[in-house]
């Protein structure tokens, strides 16, 4: 495939930079102020809703509800965003999620009431995915919703439903064939997040956010609630992780985090040891890598195609070597600049220093450890890869 831009490519991303170079140092404080009130990765509600104003919020969907771009313009917004120190995760992302569940399985009449609360921002969302028991398998269902005339009652439990806790509904994955086991037998079913019966407690992370745990006992949502077909739910889920591995998993804040480091030295006039030079080589090689490997699959998917594997390679490549740069970086600015002048730490996020390098990368050390956990586990992702692409029996 031809990796370069088109000229509607190179335009849409002209567009995208003067929109970056339009937002003031105060605005990116504020956006910053945000994230650590809400104790959230990657969001701000103000800078979530500039971007619905704009329509950049599900810019894929197609008309009359999004602008029925292709997905390597999505790409192209993210990079741009990312690369400008303004990633987004769950504002955009998780509605983004729910909006392809509902474009691609429906029905009608649910997609009609949410997607134009989704692209204008009026309605915020969170996957309910994995369970308190379940560990990283995820058809390792127990929460359940039992059928009572036109009403779901739903009883069980969630774990990491991440901005569960400003989010209006919870996209869960139950099971509603009480008789069915691993991906036979779920649904998909939207849940208000202010229902009776609906319980979320906090969860503080390495990262220095927090998840939360979700807890149903009784929650009665109607059948309509259901995306897609009842009994359905694999399948719609399987398209929703497709599109979720195809965004970068740390591969863009590494890029970013790597080219201030070099800034760093050349201001300082530092120079680079052999094996450090090496290092910043080898690790620049395998970003440039990832990028391709995830722009490869936004291409496919604008030509409607199944990018499965490739999404699956690119989540690998991204989440591995972006703990590969986080540890690097502390070997190569050294632990006093990262860490402070303490010999102990103190609790997560209470580094105290005043180099504002040395707290991104330790922030950065800590947050991209779950970054081959999330989305589904590496293991997971070769499994994907070996029985998608190269026909092999899973393991």
Known sequence: MFFGLDERERAWRDEVRSFIDSIT?????????????????????????????????????????GLGAPDTERFILHEELAAAGLGLLY????SEAIGWMLVRNGPASLAGEHLPNIIDGTWSYAGGYSEPEAGSDLLNISTRARREGDTWVIDGAKMWTSAAHLADFIFAVVRTDP????????????????????EIRPVPVLGGWRVNACFFDGVQVPVSSTVGEPGQGWKVLSEALNTERAMSFG??????????????????????????RQRLFELTTELEVERL?????????????VADAEASMGKIVGSETAQRVAEWAVDVLGG?????????????????????????VE??????TVLTVIGGTSEVQRNVIASRRLGLPRS
Do not use: N, Y
């Not at 504002?91 to 998780?94: A, D, L, T």
């Not at 008789?179 to 609906?198: C, E, K, M, N, W």
């Not at 303490?342 to 996020?349: K, M």
């Open 251 to 276: 591969g863009r804040e590494s890029r970013l985090l790597l080219g201030r480091i070099v800034d760093r030295f050349e201001a300082e006039g530092r120079s680079w040891s052999e094996v450090d």
């Open 363 to 368: 922030e950065f050390l800590r947050a991209s």
């Open 25 to 65: 140092d105060d605005q990116r404080e504020q956006f910053g102020q945000e994230m650590r009130e809400l104790g959230v990765e990657r969001h701000s509600p103000t800078f979530f809703r500039m971007l619905c104003e704009r329509g950049w919020v599900g810019l894929q969907f197609p008309e009359p509800w």
């Open 336 to 360: 006093a600049t990262v860490f402070g002048d303490s010999d102990v730490l103190g609790p997560v996020g209470s580094v105290a220093h005043d180099d504002p390098l040395g707290a991104e």
């Open 179 to 198: 008789a069915s086991q691993r991906h036979h037998g779920l649904s998909i079913i939207l849940i208000p997040t202010d229902a009776p019966g609906v």
């Open 293 to 305: 490997l995830v722009m490869r699959a936004a291409a496919m998917s604008a030509r409607g195609e």
């Open 91 to 94: 504002g955009v992302e998780i």
